[in-house]
């Protein structure tokens, strides 16, 4: 028996149960990742659910629809005539959802894959549309007072509230990457694996090549001294360039990266940890600095980016993931330290001594620990929550609300 786990016995931890709270059934496809706001600004938070049909859902925390809209009520005939019919509407990326316009509501705005971007007030009635001239799979930023989206048109479309094309940013190839905004700078992932960063005046200032595509967004990590950019890519690894356009060092795994990085000091030490979601079927933990810390092997990609808040409510943070292999994972923030060799294990635990007295430069190593794991069925394609309630969705279109009770 290894010790951690005969010590986890001895304080039965891990008490109290992780399941699921509510399943609602759309019937619909779901790819994009779940949006936790408080949209309507009563206090309470409301998640925002959008599909591969066009329906864009808002529901509060119990699970209770407040409304749902679709992208296929507002087109014209003529347009429709253009449009496939089973994918046109479909919206694949996460909307923006921000008071945009300054006037005290929040606004929801998205793009879909016949190139439309819309934007809705808080109730779901749309304030404008615009057409870029291919699909949008890229979630829009806001940042400067204008909004950013990347289309597969090989532009960065900037916006200004209103709906008015502020300027239009060649980047050279199709995009599905969203793009990040710093200090006066726009960057961007393309098709092709390069990320881009062009100044405000839409000129190209560098160019950094991966050999994947680049389908989520770049992260700015903020550390003591400087800010670097973290960057996944298909090319399996994960990317730390600098704002001047240098790598900085990469991390790799054995499979394609398609979400962001989540930055989170899981052991709550002051030091930022880096978790990535890979189609080598793992979850990767790393140092700031690129490091591998641990990783935990699920039974196939986890593609959607992991969540990390303290789900079981015992001071510590858990990380929340979903796996193409239809379960999500709660692992222990902090992994779990095993011993390769433990010289007179059965001597430590006849006796009745403290601890605190085990050794701790053993040989071994961390692992990752899975506290609790949940079947659903079907694939999750995202998660995102709260420390009172994790929501995952899943590409049948089925929407999770889990939630802990403790024992
Ligand atoms: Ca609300
Ligand atoms: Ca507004
Ligand atoms: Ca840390
Ligand atoms: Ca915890």
Known sequence: MRITSFIDKLFEKNKGFFKIYKKIETGKHI????????????????????????????????????????????????????????????????????????????????????????????????????????????????????????????????????????????????????????NEKIFIGNDEGELKCFNTQGQEIWTYKTKGKITSQPIILKKLSEKIILLSSTDNNLHAISLDGDQLWKYKTEGSIYSEPIISDLDEDGIIEIIIGSCDNKIHVLTENGIKKWAYETNFWVVPSAVTTDINLDGKKEIIAGSYDTNIYVLSGSGEFNFDFVPGISGIVMQESNFSDLPNRDPGKTEGQNLYQIETKDIITGITGTRKQIIATTKNGNILLLRYTPQ
């Open 31 to 182: 790819l994009a990742k779940p949006k936790i706001t408080d949209i309507n600004l009563d206090g309470e938070l409301e998640t925002i659910i959008t599909t591969t049909e066009g329906n864009i859902y808002v529901y509060n925390l119990e699970g209770e629809k407040l409304w749902e809209h679709n992208t296929k009520e507002i087109i014209s005939e003529e347009e429709s005539m253009f449009i496939d019919q089973q994918t046109g509407f479909g919206i694949t990326s996460q909307p923006l959802i921000e008071d945009i316009n300054g006037d005290g509501k929040k606004e929801i705005i998205f793009g879909t894959e016949y190139g439309k971007i819309y934007a809705l007030n808080s109730e779901g009635k749309i304030l404008w549309t615009l057409n870029t001239n291919s699909s949008i799979r890229s979630s829009p930023c806001f940042a400067n007072g204008k909004i950013m989206i990347g289309s597969k048109d090989k532009y960065i479309y900037i916006i200004t509230p209103n709906g008015q094309i502020d300027q239009k940013i060649f980047i050279g190839h199709p995009t599905e990457s969203t793009p990040t905004y710093d």
